[in-house]
Nanobody
Framework: VQLVESGGGSVEAGGSLTLSCAAS????????MAWFRQAPGKEREGVAT???????IYAPSVKGRFTISLADGRDTVDLQMTDLKPEDTAMYYC??????????????????WGQGTQVTVS
């Protein structure tokens, strides 16, 4: 499984960014894909997840501001981030694995990770 993120950058508070994760090398049955983030000195936290049917779960801190979606025939998972806040600043990671949706915001459930992309909000 290979996951490659793109789309990070620096924005002012209130701005928007879209992250993309291109996935390859796995089948889709019973898979979830998710975005996590990790700020310096903090644990990696789940931000949003989506299963192969498009069902989503969001962390309370981003609900209503972030949208996760599948694209390109489910080869890509996007994270649209709006109304960004300084506390959203972190390294953002894409993850994928064969897990149930109810556990899909737990970092310990994933074996497959991307390299990360930095998001900085000032």
């Amino acid at each position: 499984v290979q996951l490659v993120e793109s789309g990070g950058g620096s924005v002012e508070a209130g701005g928007s960014l879209t992250l993309s994760c291109a996935a390859s090398g796995y089948t889709y049955s019973s898979h979830c894909m998710a975005w996590f983030r990790q700020a310096p000195g903090k644990e990696r936290e789940g931000v949003a997840t989506i299963d192969e049917d498009g069902v989503t779960i969001y962390a309370p801190s981003v609900k209503g501001r972030f949208t996760i979606s599948l694209a390109d025939g489910r080869d890509t998972v996007d994270l649209q981030m709006t109304d960004l806040k300084p506390e959203d600043t972190a390294m953002y990671y894409c993850a994928a694995d064969r897990i149930i949706l109810s556990r899909a915001l737990m970092a310990s459930q994933y074996d497959h990770w991307g390299q990360g992309t930095q998001v900085t909000v000032s």
